[in-house]
């Protein structure tokens, strides 16, 4: 597997703060990460705002709503791709996941950063640090060897699976679907101007035909912080679940 060097984080995104006091920490739990009345005040005024843009109609919705929050942009809510029986899948995927404590694996450290600490007890872990002697070996890029380090000690399988940044860690992580690996969602929004685009392409077509639940977006545009928000947008649906507001 010959792959170029991944494109840098562009996204300008500030996806929720992770530094919480503990993953177990229901009673301090917020949505987007508001503690203060003065932050409360902002995170709901925006939120607000993006719902009246957004329709708020299905599960599915929500992570629209989420990826225009993330990127400030209204138009991005019809970039996002949902892979399942239904548009709203993926999310109930995911927010069972949560529910059922199974961990959260990010590409890189900047993703793993944005996951909020709030509303679960999963294990929280990035695949980047990982595979350093199969990159050296092979040439592979190091996100790559990390996904397939990880792949091969079966973190995958029943895992909430997250690629923010690298290409070919998506690229890697379709390989390992195809294989047989079954995490229990996929949330993909690699970014950048080189495989981006074509990753998540693959990643679609891989879990559209092996039934993984998939989010990912067309385009160039992602990165880490959107990755993040969709990701703790699940944390969200299963806190509400959790707490009779919605069924899944």
Do not use: W
């Amino acid at each position: 597997m010959s792959d170029t060097p991944e494109t840098p984080d562009a996204t300008a995104t500030t996806p929720e703060t992770a530094d919480d006091g503990g993953s177990g920490d229901r009673e301090a739990y917020a949505d987007l990460g508001a503690t203060t009345e003065a932050a409360m005040d902002i995170a709901e005024t925006s939120m607000d705002r993006v719902h009246e843009l957004v329709p708020q109609e299905t599960l599915a919705d929500r992570l629209r709503a989420k990826s225009v929050h993330a990127t400030g942009d209204p138009e991005f809510q019809h970039l996002v791709r949902f892979i399942g029986a239904d548009e709203s899948e993926p999310v109930r995927a995911g927010a069972r996941a949560v529910l059922d404590e199974r961990p959260i694996v990010t590409d890189i450290t900047m993703v793993k950063a944005g996951i909020t600490g709030r509303g679960h007890d999963c294990a929280v872990r990035k695949a980047i640090g990982n595979g350093a002697e199969l990159a050296a070996e092979t040439g592979m890029t190091r996100t790559a060897a990390a996904v397939l380090e990880l792949d091969s000690e079966g973190v995958y399988d029943g895992a909430i699976a997250v690629v923010g940044n690298a290409p070919t860690a998506a690229l890697a992580l379709a390989d390992c679907i195809e294989d047989g690996t079954r995490p229990a969602v996929v949330v993909a929004t690699p970014v950048g101007f080189v495989k981006a685009a074509d990753s998540r392409e693959r990643l679609r077509e891989v879990c559209a035909a092996h039934g993984v639940p998939a989010v990912t977006n067309v385009g160039r545009r992602g990165g880490s912080g959107l990755a993040a928000g969709l990701t703790n947008e699940l944390v969200h649906v299963a806190s509400d679940a959790r707490e009779g507001e919605i069924d899944l």
